[in-house]
């Protein structure tokens, strides 16, 4: 199998693809060979899906799912499987590249044991996105606009091309946000300097040259043509690495910043992703997941409280005639009508034998006998009437309502609610965005860890914000594979990932560009 070296790993979305792939004989082409990511739980979420890949397929031991089942701790689950904890452990190393507690020599060393020697290994990973998003900079940017330009995150994507020139892998694979097109630094865009140095790394990093290591120079490849013009074939432009996910048989539409670099002397070239007409809908993703409620914060919850809460709306001078559109307030009556006091407010793990329809070869593991991470958060009632209305709305109109489309009486009470930063980018018309049944989701941010405004569920029934469960569905991540830490840096991790299936599209094609080309 071809060793895989995945950096900046996240909780291993990137990798999860790769390592799930499998050729037309159905046999696995990559191996994780080293992960490295710095954050405790995002390290241990790799560390306890590393055991998962310890067993074939088929042959994990029932413990594993006791512990995605709530009824073994997961260092028991180690105790009892020593070597294959010890295995995981070793694939996944928790280090924080560019750090000065782990230097390059070991950096490199950890590397090089990993691959015992084999020449052609894949490098993959994306650098952390903060200083690049579009959020991030909003928020920064106005604040303080010295700390932006000096973020040393801007520059972490040099660690990345350090073990690119000190490696000198056959093909690597660079993820990253949208934004980094945008990114600027002394007023020059940042991605014309990572793309001139990801095609001559040694250039880019001179202090390496008095290693004596040798000289390699790669070509970039998009993934996609939607930067191509009619005519010419010269290298893509920087908005060519752009890879829109619902374009490709997924059910979100996130957009990111993904290219191929190929070491010179190979001459190999990738094909690009398959352009799949049907757009996928959200609600296929995520229909089967047990039925939840919110919580009801500021009062002892409970399953009535909830439901007169949300009824309450129904009597609040909002819905008077005048204020909400006629057949809006028809729509927000009927629902209400039909609702009725949902008892469980989720768990990280719930019993259910329902399987998904779409992707069920994917998602579905009917070890498991439930689902994990599917808990719900604590809303205010004010944000469950906006949540209540929102998905009303949507269910009326087939779109995600706009503050405009609020009456003044369901609006929160910001400040800035009506103000535009200086950074054009923030625009705070869409707070409450319900995912809409019917088309792809909107892009899951690691945002949803903060508040779930963005990501109101479709059904209105429900009142509540997704799940990490159905976070982890649009990301496409199998329900078996399980996030470890609190539920806030649950959704931090999910939102942060790579959707695996994207990567397993991704993995097909370096596959079969690394097969054809050993063939010729």
Known sequence: MIPVIDVFAGPGGLGEGFSAYRNSAGQQVFKIALSIEKDTDAHNTLWFRSFYRQFLKNQHPEEYYDCLRGKLAIQDLYKKFPKQAADAANEAWQAELGSKHFPSDTVDERIRAALHGEANWVLIGGPPCQAYSLVGRSRMIPKDPEKYEKDHRHFLYREYLRIIAAHRPPVFVMENVKGILSSKVDGARIIDRILADLQKPLEALPQLKRAQLPDSEYELHALTNYGETLFGNGPPTAPAYIVHCEEHGLPQSRHRFILVGVRKNLTWSPGKLRVQEERIDMWDAIKDLPRIRSRVSE???????????????????????????????????????????????????????????????????????????????????????????????????????????????????????????????????DRFRVQVKGRPSTTVTSHISKDGHYFIHPDPTQCRSLTVREAARLQTFPDNYYFVGGRTTQYHQVGNAVPPLLARKIAHIIDKMMTTSAGT
């Open 299 to 429: 009062a002892k919850d409970s399953s009535d409280l909830w439901l007169t809460t949300i009824k309450e709306l129904l009597q609040r001078p909002e819905m008077r005639n005048g204020y909400v559109q006629l057949h809006l307030r028809q729509e927000i009556k009927r629902v209400a009508g039909r609702m009725t006091a949902i008892r469980s407010t989720g768990a990280e793990f719930l019993e259910s034998d329902r399987k998904p329809e779409w992707q069920s070869s994917w998602f579905y593991d009917r070890r498991i006998q439930g689902v994990c991470n599917h808990s719900s958060r604590r809303h205010m009632k004010e944000d469950l009437w906006r949540y209540f209305y929102a998905a009303c709305f949507a269910l009326s109109f087939g779109k995600s309502p706009s503050l405009d489309d609020f009456p003044a009486g369901l609006l929160p009470a910001h400040k800035n609610l009506y103000t535009k930063e200086r950074n054009k980018e923030l625009v705070f018309a």
